[in-house]
């Protein structure tokens, strides 16, 4: 007794795998427009014309959120095993991301903070307790020079320059 398992033909297994991809397509297309819908709204002034315009763009963001995770698949894991070059790729990417916000920051104004504006409440109370650390925030010069060796790092760790320290002293400044 043979059982015989109806599976798709090749040609419908490349029609469902275009339609995935044209609705993939269809809500990045949404997806963008939106974000520009949501990002002109911020610009307008108060009024019927800008809460309009949030409201349609959060419910087609909402909406193309949806679609675009109603297409992919989550069934196998894409990035397990990685190839070095993808490797590369995602630190490139986190080191310029982490590197871009660490220079943008201006960490010694910081310390111009009244002490009471710091906070001392949760995981800061843990890092008040340490020694030097209330002295490192009062001073903009060693905040400045952690800002820096934090940017350096990171630039290190981007190009790939002994990446493992320089990762780890970079994530670990950038904290």
């Known amino acids: 007794m043979t059982v015989r398992i109806n599976w798709l033909d090749k040609p419908d297994r490349a029609t469902s795998e275009q339609q995935r991809r044209s609705l993939f397509v269809a809500a990045a297309i949404v997806l963008a427009g939106s974000l520009v819908l949501v990002v002109t709204a911020g610009w307008l002034k108060s009024g019927g014309l800008k809460v309009a315009m949030s409201g349609l763009g959060a ?59 710091r906070g001392n409440y949760q995981f800061w109370h843990l890092l008040n307790r340490l020694p030097g650390y209330s002295a490192l925030l009062s001073n903009p010069y060693l905040l400045g020079v ?9 630039f290190l760790a981007l190009i790939g320059f002994q990446t493992r320290t320089t990762l780890f002293l970079g994530g670990l400044g950038f904290f």
Request: with cysteine.
């Open 59 to 117: 419910v087609l963001l909402i909406g193309a959120l949806a679609g675009i995770f109603r297409t992919l698949d989550f069934s196998t894991p894409r990035l397990v095993n990685g190839t070095p070059r993808q490797l590369a790729w995602i630190r490139i990417l986190v080191c310029l991301t982490a590197l871009i916000f660490t220079v943008i920051e201006d960490l010694p104004a910081f310390a111009s903070l009244p002490v009471g504006m």
């Open 146 to 154: 952690l800002q820096w060796t934090t940017a350096a790092s990171l």
